[in-house]
């Protein structure tokens, strides 16, 4: 369970990190924007690396790329009244169906049994 903790911690700090990059433009601070933007992705990356020790690369990937989209999405709506049209809900509709496949369509990999969370 706590690989699926790493994966949200990647999602999240990938939105804040995009949506930093907007903060900074629209508030005249692009200096600050690409600061928070670079520690963001950082921690993304690491926690995205954890998460994968477990979850299955496709399964974590499509995850971290398509829910960050989806919340980037939803979020510059309301941060920033960008359009949210209907065909962007349907586009957002058919990204969450696509992850939800892929993931009851892959297992997770096993614990491996020398005690580290990978296989040798």
Request: with cysteine.
């Amino acid at each position: 369970m706590r690989y699926w903790f790493f994966m949200a911690v990647a999602i999240v700090t990938e939105v804040i990190g995009t949506l930093a990059m907007k903060f900074g433009t629209f508030l005249d601070a692009r200096g600050l924007g690409l600061a928070v933007m670079y520690v963001m992705l950082v921690l993304s990356y690491t926690a995205l690396a954890l998460a994968v020790a477990r979850i299955p690369l496709a399964v974590a990937y499509g995850a971290w790329e398509s829910l960050g989209l989806v919340l980037i999405t939803l979020c510059s709506f309301w941060l920033f009244s960008e359009t949210l049209s209907v065909v962007k809900l349907v586009a957002i509709a058919v990204i969450i169906i696509g992850i939800v496949l892929l993931e009851r369509g892959t297992e997770e990999q096993p614990h491996s049994p020398n005690g580290g969370d990978h296989a040798a």
